[in-house]
């Protein structure tokens, strides 16, 4: 039987057989064709007195460690997934943009700028970090640690920070929590807000590198806020003039129609205290905003999209007079509060957005 199907039947005689056709190419499947990631290029160790640099597209949302490097200047300018940077010492380290959680440990004297989801560090000291975070730092085991906002921009930054999914308008960056405190003494500290990141990191630096980093006040992608003072709870202030700055973006607003208003406000001496990126819903609005003529048009824009709030102080009564001018085709609302309704507004925005938070 086995020779009568052989010669009838050669097609099953083929399926049934051992050999496979010749000049038929093996299958090739997805995970055939990603590109093989060599971890040298996603990681800088074992570095000295070095100036070493990743540019924009280099990194695309891996990972990336820093480790055991002692006297360089590491930057990358490009947003990454976590990032670890462990046993350095005396360093300039700058990470623009980090999808997750930036850690730093066992690290003496480094000077650090981040834009991140969450920082933690632990078993450091003496390290100054100019720092854009979403969410709470926290320090652990850690001494001598200084903070100040990032002030950082290049022309590729708003599409790495978008693509990371962070908040520009979320910064957390003054409201510390200390896992070990001590009874003595305060282990951080606020560093002067005229101290910036350019004085580590030089023109030199940055004509080697060939893209045109701004590390500028006032061109910085991150909106520059004065803090709280390392209080979590900061109240308002009552000797200056206050208000709520909330801008509701709705289904069309963009992240550059809130920074087009927020440097039209800075122009005015406008000062910024603290910073949140938050969704409400419509029970949250009306309480907020009880009082608004635009209240349900803030509701409306707020089922739709993110509102922005900013906490500011200084020449806010022209601000009230001359509001930032939108285009005439915009869908954005923008609110400010009253002096009376000011504090009130101010407390209950960012209690809100802080419980959101947690």
């Known amino acids: 039987m086995g020779n009568i199907l052989s010669s009838c039947c050669p097609t099953q005689s083929l399926l049934f057989s051992e050999e496979q056709p010749k000049n038929e190419p093996a299958p090739v499947y997805s995970w055939d064709r990603r590109r093989e990631l060599d971890p040298a290029d996603y990681s800088f160790e074992g570095l000295q007195d070095e100036f070493k640099f990743k540019l924009p597209g280099s990194v695309g949302g891996q990972q990336f460690n820093i480790e055991n490097c002692k006297d360089c200047i590491l930057v990358i300018l490009d947003h990454v997934?976590?990032?670890?940077?462990?046993?350095?010492?005396?360093?300039?380290?700058?990470?623009?943009?980090?999808k997750g959680s930036i850690f730093i440990r066992n690290c003496k004297n480094i000077k650090l700028g981040v834009a991140c989801q969450q920082f933690r560090s632990r078993d450091c000291k003496n390290v100054e970090t100019f720092l854009h975070c979403n969410t709470q730092p926290i320090i652990e085991s850690s001494v001598k640690m200084?903070?100040?906002?990032?002030?950082?921009?290049?022309?590729?930054?708003?599409?790495?920070?978008?693509?990371?999914?962070?908040?520009?308008?979320a910064n957390e960056w003054s409201n510390l929590f200390d896992f070990t405190p001590s009874q003595y003494?305060?282990?951080?500290?606020?560093?002067?807000?005229?101290?910036?990141?350019?004085?580590?990191?030089?023109?030199?630096?940055?004509?080697?590198?060939?893209?045109?980093?701004?590390?500028?006040?006032?061109?910085s992608l991150f909106p520059i806020t004065k803090g709280e003072g390392g209080s979590p709870d900061s109240t308002v202030l009552e000797d200056e003039d206050c208000a709520l700055l909330a801008i509701f973006l709705g289904a069309h607003g963009q992240d550059t129609d809130a920074i087009a208003v927020l440097r039209e406000v800075t122009a005015k001496r406008c000062i910024l205290r603290r910073s949140k990126d938050v969704s409400m819903n419509t029970d949250t609005v009306k309480r907020l905003?009880?009082?608004?003529?635009?209240?349900?048009?803030?509701?409306?824009?707020?089922?739709?999209?993110?509102?922005i709030g900013f906490q500011l102080q200084g020449e806010v009564a022209e601000l009230r007079r001359n509001l930032p001018r939108l285009p005439p085709d915009s869908t954005v609302l923008l609110h400010v509060s009253s002096p009376e309704r000011a504090p009130q507004e101010i407390t209950k925005f960012f209690s809100y957005s802080s419980m959101m938070m947690a």
């Open 289 to 307: 905003f009880e009082t608004s003529p635009h209240n349900k048009t803030m509701i409306k824009l707020a089922k739709e999209g993110r509102v």
């Open 81 to 98: 997934a976590v990032t670890m940077i462990d046993d350095c010492m005396n360093c300039i380290i700058l990470v623009a943009c980090c």
């Open 146 to 169: 200084k903070f100040s906002c990032l002030q950082l921009n290049y022309d590729s930054l708003l599409g790495q920070v978008q693509a990371a999914g962070l908040s520009i308008f």
């Open 185 to 219: 003494h305060r282990n951080y500290s606020l560093l002067d807000p005229s101290v910036s990141f350019d004085r580590y990191i030089l023109k030199s630096h940055i004509e080697q590198m060939g893209v045109n980093v701004s590390f500028s006040p006032r061109l």
